[in-house]
């Protein structure tokens, strides 16, 4: 209980056995929490103050969903991950979010709009049960990490050329069929696109375009193979070769 610490800013409690958490509108000084690998249960909103900035409960036990934390203005990092009952869909965030992990958290639904999240730079929701088409990303132009694999998501990947400093952009094990194309950021470092259902067309762009970067390795990966993707074909194959030759790591469908 720290309802009578008004003048608290900062509450680091991880690696305990915390299974409760008590606030209270006094608390609206305390902007950074750590309870992450606790055993917290409940909704993770009831442990977030009002002008809360920082909140890590990563590796809890929490069992209610998370709901709408628009209202939270000042939020800049939140991580509930590995909250395998949690469930719930993933909530409305505020535009001040800069990081938001929700990975393996038992959520499901679509992937709401990121419109308006101009300051966010990772954004990781993997191994959940979401559906739905992966929304725009065109309005996050700082984003440089995006994880969404692992879920059941349909449709096209997006084009992420605004996104300059992208550096993971991750997909795969999804249902996704097509690619919108557009441009590869120098930055890049990993695009996992495997075990979709991707067609020749949409393996030939993103193999191109990460020609056209002019990007070289080490360490940079393209996986576009798997089951369910198409083998590249013509110029493709050309390009997956070409990216061999400057040092990258290039897995495509046998």
Known sequence: NVTGFANLTTLIGDNNDISDFILSDA??????????????????????????????????????PLTDLSGFTQLRYIDCSFNLNMGGSIPSLPTSIVVCDLIMSG????????????????????????????????????????????????????????????????????????????????????????????????????????VASGVSGPNRIINVGGTGNAVPTGQGLIDAQTLRDRNWSVTVAP
């Open 107 to 210: 959520m499901s639904g679509n992937i709401p709009s990121l419109n308006g999240l101009t300051k966010l730079e990772r954004y990781r929701v993997t191994y959940n049960s979401l559906t739905g088409t992966i929304p725009s990303v065109s309005g996050s132009p700082l984003l440089n990490n995006f994880q969404v694999h692992d879920n059941q998501l349909t449709g096209n990947i997006p084009d992420f050329s605004n996104c300059t400093n992208m550096y993971i952009f991750d997909v795969d094990n999804n249902q996704l069929t097509g690619y919108v194309g557009g441009a590869v950021s120098t930055n890049i470092f990993r695009l996992n696109w495997q075990n979709n259902l991707l067609p020749a067309s949409a393996v030939n762009t993103i193999l191109a375009e990460c």
């Open 27 to 64: 608390n609206n000084q305390l902007t950074s929490i750590n309870l992450n690998s606790n055993s917290l249960t409940g909704s993770g909103n009831q442990y977030m103050p009002p002008n809360v900035e920082v909140i890590l409960m990563y590796q809890n036990t929490l069992d209610e």
